[in-house]
Every structure is written in C-alpha cells, then in structure tokens.
C-alpha cells in the first residue's frame, strides 16, 4: 500500500507538463454556421470536449495516433484518425441526420475501429438508454439488446449470455479489467456498480483472439464515465426509487482534469427488501444491499498516460429457495424462528417441531426488511480490485501494459450467522500490448495477456454446522498470445488474427472426517493418497479417532490445456448506405474450475459432480450481416452458426433404479464433454427515425436462438437454457423544445417485449421445462428541467414502469422457475428444514417480478453550459 502512495505522489508532482492540445471548430455542412454543444471525444482515452457558443473545442491529450468521434443529436456522427505530435488543428463538418443508429467507435475489438466496420456484430447500450431504463443491476440493464439475454436467480443474481451461451463462455471486463468474480457458478452474479456504467459494448461473436479463454460466445464491455473536459470539474448526484421491491439507490459522482491531470470519485449505495409478483405477492428471499466506492487517478503527458483504478465493493442478498408449506403455498422459514409470542422455537424427543412455539411464515416486516441477513439462506459478497493501465509512446505506435489485482471473497450463510460455505478468490490480471495506426487505414495490434488466479477454501466453521466446499484450494495460471492485423480501404475493411493459448491447473486434494454430520472435520491430507485409509489428527472442534474412514472430497489435479484461436472478417459498403460483413472464427474455452472439481449442493439445491477428465472447447463460428444505415431508417440482420466440439454442461444423472440420482435428497448433475453442440439463429435490430419528423423514433429487435446437441436422443437434443425467441419495440415521441422553456428534450415512449414458447429443451429428468408465450409492456416519460436564462441543465427526471400490466410470468432463462422445497418449518433441525422436490410443471416455482415503477433523478454538478440541441447529459454528468 506505500509502494501506491509513492506512486500517486509522483503522478500529482509531475501532472502539470508536456500536455498537447487538439483544438478546432464545428460547422453546419448546408448552413456553414458554426455549432454549439458538439461533443469531440476520443473513446481510447475517456476524453472530450464539447464546443463553445462559437463552435470551438479544445482538448488536452497526450501524443499518439486516436479515432475521435465527433457527435450531436440531429447530426451524422463523424469519426476521423487524427495523429498527435505537439499541438494539431481540426475542423469538422456535419451534415444534418435524425439516425439513432450512428456509427460509432469500438474500443473492445483489439484494434479500434467502427460499427460499421466491425466484422463481429457488435452493439452500443448508450447512456442514455441506461438512464431511460429501469433495472435492479448492471447486466438486467443491457439484457433486451438483440442476441443478448440474462441467466437469473433473483433480482441479485444475473449473467450476460450472449447468442445462447454464458457463464464462462462470456467474459465481462470493466474498463478494460476482466471481471472473474466467481464467474464459473451461476448462483452469483456480476459484483459490478450498475452506477457506475456509463454505457456499454457487447461483442457478440467469438472473441478468443482478442481475450482468449473464456470469450468464446462474446464480450461485455462495461465502461465508466469519462473524465471531465479540460479545465474543469464536474460530476453528479442521482436517486433512484422503484416501487416493487422498494429499491432505493444514490449515488455521487466528482472528477477534474487540469492541465492533463485527471481524477474521478464514485461513492453507490443500494438497498431493496423482496420483491413482489401477482401470484404469490411478496417472495421470501429476494432482498438485497450493495454499497461501493470506486477512484481513478491519472496522468496525461506528451510520452501517454497512465491511470490508476481502485474499488471497494459489497454485496449482500438473499437467495430464493422456494420453501413453502406443502398444503397451503405459502412462503415459510426453513427453520422455525423466535418471536415475541411463541417463543423460541421447541423440538420434540425425535427432533419435530413442536406447532406454536416459533415463528413459521414471514410477516410484511420481514418480506418490507432491508437486511438480508433474516432469510435462511443468504451470500455475503466483497469485491476489492486496484487496476493500473498505462499507455506509453513507442515509435508510430504505443506500448500498452495494464495489471491489475482483485480479492473476491464469498461467503454462503445458511439458517444462522456461521459462514458454512466460503471461499476467497485472487485474480492478477495482466495486458501487454504494441499498437500501431496509420492514416492509410492500417492497424496492427501484438501482445500477451491472461491472468494468474488462486482459491482459498474457509476453515471448517465450528459445531454444529457443517463446512460447504463446492470446490478445492486451486491455482490457475493463464497466457496467450495474439496478433491482430486491419486494413481500411474507402469502402471495405479486412481484418483477421492469430492467437494461442496455455493454461495450466493444480488443485489441492481434501479429505474429511464424520463427512456431512455436524462433527464434519477436514482432516491434513500428508500422506493420504485414496479415500477410505485412515489419519490421526486433533482438531479444536472435533478429535479424529484412529481408524476413522476418511471422505475424499476432492482428488488432487494437475493439467494443462492449449488452444487456437482464429479470425479472418471482412465489411463492405454498399451503395445507398447498405453494408455487409462476414467473418470465420475459431475459438477456444479451457474447462473451468467448477467443471473439473465441483463435488457440493450449491446454493441453488443441485449437486454439481465436476469430471477431472474435461477437455476443452473448440468452437467454430461463422457470422454473416447485412444493414442499412440511411437517413430514415436504419436496420441490420446478423446471422450466426456455431459448432462447439467437447461442448461442457451439466447434465442431471438418473439412478441406477431411475428417476434422480440424489445426495442427500438434491439431484446430483454431472458435467460431460463428449458431445458437439450446435448453436445457430438471428438477430435483428430495425429502427425508423423520418428525417422530416424529428418527433417520433420507432426502434425494434428480434432474437431467435435454436440449440441442437448432435447424436442426442430427442429429451437431451437440446443446450439447456436456450432463450425463447423474442420480438422487442419501442415508439418514442420527443416534445418539442419551446425558447424559453424550462422543460427540454422532452420524451414519451411506450414500448413490449414479446417472447414466444421455447419447447426446443433439454426435458430429461425435468432438467428444464417448456415456457409458455407471454408480452411483457413497457412505459416512459423523462425530461430536463433547464434555466432558461442559461441553458444550463438544473436536473433530469426519469420515470419508467417494466410489467405494465402486472403479468404473472416465468422467464425461460430465470433459475428461479425450479425453485421448490416444501415444509421447511415441520422438518426439524437435522436437515435444516429441507425437503427438495422437483418442478415438474411452472407453477410450483417462483415467478418474476410484477409491475414495477422506477424513478430516476440526476443533478449535475460543475461542468459547462448545455445548448439546447445538446443530448442527455454530455460533459454534465
């Protein structure tokens, strides 16, 4: 920790030198009236500047070669490669446009390059979007997009999935940092500050060459806000209210940036109590709290930049088990709680409850409560990460080298305070990379990066309660290497690349004594090379006897993994605004940790077996678009087929006399990898914005995902958790912005989510059920309160209201459908009150979130005058 307090020394001691400047003016192309409110950003390094009353800009960055995008409302966006050596000149031209689909930058691509450009569909989740939308956390916000869609366990608990494939085939970075927080589970969602999100680019096609493991489905890039423009400091404050689960959010928001010295400071809080659906109302075990303080500290000189990033994150939330009273459905206790009239719960001589001397089912203050910590089952989450990205001038291109380090520790409470289940995870991400760019349109990315990651398992916790350990102490180290070549012609782009990548695992082996019994004790494995044979050891909580058989949790492993990765793309522009893209990919995923060693009932009542014999995925994709992007409409159709050889799933095991297999009354599920899955489907986005009518935008997406696994009888023919199709629409109507108003950009918008039945499953042993069709509407309205004198915003009001009609509806992708135990409360004390049953129709789980009605109110802070054409928030927030 001093080692970084020098460092910060050095960089606010040597901020204040060697800064360039990009300077220049804006003009109307038809009325060669210079523009106010334009705003020049360069995406590579979170900086802009939004031009004068005069159209003038002025920007303070560091030498180097950047695509500067340049924007604003009701204009075509236009983006140029400009080189930085001293002090440059650039003027801009634009000419008027209503599109909603401009061409903008992407950064996650390797090298930097365009929408339009981009050989790999990629889509841009704008701030505004974020801002206009009502969600409960970061990847619930960007699910709607098309190809994308979300694997939930409540409110708390969500992962992106991209094309029909997530967990670990999707990797989820935040300005530039992979986030491997428990990434390999599905019962812990993405520790990311949904505040923090500035706006997003979801990559979605194989992105193995640019990241290696784990990108094999697409990318999801969460980014921050960018830094305020030179000379100035600015920030804001928003409030959030939604009225399902009472969710209450803050967060506030402070950066500068003078003189090439740039800084910024987030502090979020949120809390919601359980949330509420129009068949059950309330549903036990849904609350949830997260706070988190996030800074960036940085330097802008002539020879590049370097920042440093450090985060302090927690999270803690209940997690649904579906515990209800088997004749009445009503939500209970998995064990009997204390109150002020029964008492303590009381137990008879053979452990049954004794009716009447303890709290069964929750009341309204126990469903209204913020504190998490009253379910039985609940996660507490910490994440702590500090990410150093430095970008350094070498010949005519630039030497990025960014590491990182991250502390995930996770603990899994269940019925009482004693952490049963915890474990800490170490991440030591790293990036090594040389760029070049040249004005001709070639661009030339090389490097390494990966990772190095090690797992701690808690101690054995004291009796009674017994230890969790859904994995083994591990180690994991990650490498590869890439080279990435682009060259833009006037109107076509090629592009294309090489990768190859090595890992390797160990695992430490387990052994326990008294196994799944409140003496449970890990037992030193010194010398112990099978399960059965027998160690003496003296514990603090419990004595191992001589002779004691001995439980194998996990085998020691030692394996490594290698692989290819692969692309060749090409774009080309059509006449009349029309573009198409094709591009080949080989991909490459290593199996997980959880794949290889699981061996434990997780917190969503399955048992994972993982197979120490896994090879690893190879995919091979080829993606195909064809778009418009013109002055009306805009619209793009993206093909996809993905074959994946040794595809890796879990898959719920029979017994020997059929039905389930069962430990301890769970369904046990094994992971395999002897099948070729096959992935293929369509997306489609297909918006109207009438250039003669600026009043109106009509914006559509349709999803439509089939799965097959090849050689697979007609109930397992299908990858589990294949999204339904879905068609998405939103008519938004803009006020017109009266002189003198206080109100501007002025907005109504309604819009629906229809999702048709997904039959295509994989139904054996009831590993997944049918959805039924189901529309979902949606509604809008926002606006910015202005001083008319000034132009200056004063404030933004969002309003926006999800399940308008309050449908009762299970999503095809939500966990939560096959959430089901039954009188938890009768059950007694030995199996925590527990008695798992399998859904075998939707009805028995537990349904999605009921009408919810979300406000949103943003102050900016500082900044510089807004005109009146200006969008949402630029240069204020």
């Known amino acids: 920790m001093k080692n970084i307090f020098v460092l910060l020394l050095f960089i606010i001691m040597t901020g204040y030198a060697g800064a360039q400047s990009l300077s220049g003016t804006v003009t109307d192309s038809a009325s060669h009236q210079t523009i106010p409110g334009v705003v020049v950003y360069i995406p590579q390094l979170k900086l802009g500047g939004t031009s004068d009353v005069n159209g003038a800009y002025k920007i303070t960055l560091p030498n180097g070669t950047y695509e500067v995008e340049v924007e604003l409302l009701g204009y075509a966006t236009i983006s140029r490669l400009i080189s930085i050596k001293g002090d440059v000149t650039a003027n801009f031209v634009m000419s008027l446009s209503s599109s909603s689909g401009k061409e903008v930058l992407i950064t996650s691509m390797g090298n930097i390059t365009t929408s339009l450009r981009s050989p790999v569909p990629v889509s841009v989740v704008s701030h505004e979007i974020l801002l206009e939308n009502t969600s409960t956390n970061a990847v619930d916000a960007i699910a709607l997009q098309p190809g994308v869609t979300a694997i939930t366990e409540g409110p708390g608990i969500s992962k992106p999935e991209i094309n029909g494939l997530g967990f670990n085939r999707v990797l989820t970075l935040f300005d530039g940092e992979r986030q491997e927080d428990f990434q390999w589970g599905d019962e812990h969602g993405i520790l990311i500050d949904p505040y923090a999100v500035y706006d ?21 890039s969460f980014k921050s806000e960018p830094f305020a423009e030179e000379g100035t400091t600015a920030g804001s404050v928003l409030s959030e209210y939604q009225t399902n689960n009472g969710l209450i959010g803050n967060s506030f928001d402070i950066g ?38 996030r800074g960036v500290i940085g330097l802008n000189k002539s020879w590049g930049y370097s920042r440093l990033s450090v985060s302090i994150l927690h999270r803690q939330l209940e997690i649904p088990d579906g515990n209800r009273d088997s004749a009445t459905g009503q939500f209970e206790f998995d064990v009997p709680q204390a109150n002020a009239y029964g008492g303590n719960p009381q137990y008879g001589a053979n452990g049954i409850f004794i009716p009447g001397t303890g709290q069964v089912y929750p009341t309204r203050a126990n469903f209204l409560s913020y504190n998490p910590g009253l379910a039985s089952v609940y996660q507490i989450l910490d994440h702590d990460e500090i990410w150093w990205q430095n970008n350094i001038n070498v010949g005519n291109g630039t030497l990025g080298a960014n590491i990182g380090y991250s502390q995930s520790k996770r603990q899994e409470i269940d019925t009482g305070i004693i952490t049963e289940e915890g474990l800490t995870v170490h991440d030591i991400p790293y990036d090594i990379k040389y760029q070049v760019s040249t004005e001709n349109g070639l661009k030339f990315t090389t490097g390494i990066n990966g990772m190095y990651e090690w797992n701690t398992d808690f101690a054995e916790p004291i009796a009674p309660y017994k230890g969790i350990f859904e994995i083994p102490n591990y180690t994991d180290i990650d490498i590869g290497g890439c080279a990435i070549l682009e060259k833009d012609y006037k109107n076509l782009t090629l592009s294309g690349g090489l990768r190859y990548d090595y890992r390797t695992m160990t695992g430490q082996a387990m052994y326990l004594a008294y196994d799944n019994t409140s003496s449970q004790v890990e037992v030193p494995n010194g010398g112990v090379t099978t399960s059965g044979e027998t160690y003496t050891a003296n514990s603090s909580q419990n004595v191992v006897a001589a002779g004691t058989p001995l439980y194998q949790q996990f085998p020691s492993l030692n394996r490594s993994f290698t692989g290819l990765s692969a692309s060749i793309g090409a774009t080309y522009q059509l006449p009349a605004n029309n573009y198409i893209k094709l591009n080949l990919a080989k991909s490459y995923r290593a199996p997980s940790i959880l794949e290889l060693m699981s061996n ?22 080829a993606d195909v678009a064809y778009g418009n992007n013109s002055r009306d409409i805009n619209f793009e159709i993206d093909g ?7 595809f890796i799933f879990a898959n719920r095991i029979s017994s020997k006399v059929g039905g389930d297999s069962l430990i301890g009354g769970v369904p046990v599920y094994h992971f395999g990898s002897s099948n070729t899955a096959i992935m293929e489907g369509v997306s489609v986005l297909f918006n109207i914005h009438p250039a003669e009518s600026k009043w109106i935008e009509i914006d559509n997406g349709f999803t439509f995902i089939y799965s097959q696994i090849l050689n697979a009888t007609d109930s397992t023919n299908h990858v589990p958790f294949t999204p339904a199709p879905r068609l998405t629409s939103e008519v938004k109507l803009k006020l017109t912005d009266k002189h003198g108003s206080i109100l501007k950009r002025t907005y109504i918008a309604f819009g629906l989510a229809k999702y048709w039945a997904q039959n295509n499953i994989y139904s054996a042993l009831w590993n997944e059920l049918p959805s039924t069709p189901y529309t979902l509407y949606n509604a809008g309205v926002g606006t910015d309160f202005v001083n008319p004198k000034t132009g200056r915003v004063i404030c933004s009001f969002f309003i926006n209201c999800t399940n308008l009609m309050n449908l009762a509806y299970m999503d095809h992708t939500s966990r939560e459908q096959y959430f089901w135990t039954y ?35 943003l102050f900016p802070i500082g900044g510089h005058k807004v005109s009146d054409t200006e969008m949402h928030g630029a240069g204020t927030e």
């Not at 979605?204 to 489905?217: D, E, F, I, K, T």
């Not at 008695?835 to 109110?857: C, D, Q």
């Open 823 to 857: 009188n938890g409360a009768y059950a007694g004390q030995s199996n925590y009150g527990l008695t798992p049953a399998t859904v075998t129709k939707p009805s028995e789980g537990i349904y999605n979130m009921g009408r919810n009605l979300g406000f949103k109110l």
């Open 200 to 220: 997003a680019e979801i990559i979605r096609g194989p992105a193995s060459l640019q990241y290696g493991n784990y990108a094999v489905a697409g990318v999801v």
């Open 640 to 646: 996809f087929y993905n074959m994946i050889n040794n």
């Open 256 to 293: 500068g940036n003078h003189h090439g010295f740039v800084w910024d400071l987030r502090a979020s809080n949120e809390d919601s109590h359980c949330y509420k659906d129009p068949v059950d109302g309330y549903v036990w075990g849904t609350a949830c709290n997260q706070s988190n303080i």
């Open 600 to 621: 434990e009932t997780d917190p969503a009542n399955e048992y994972k077996q993982g197979d120490i014999n896994l090879n690893g995925e190879a995919g091979y994709e």
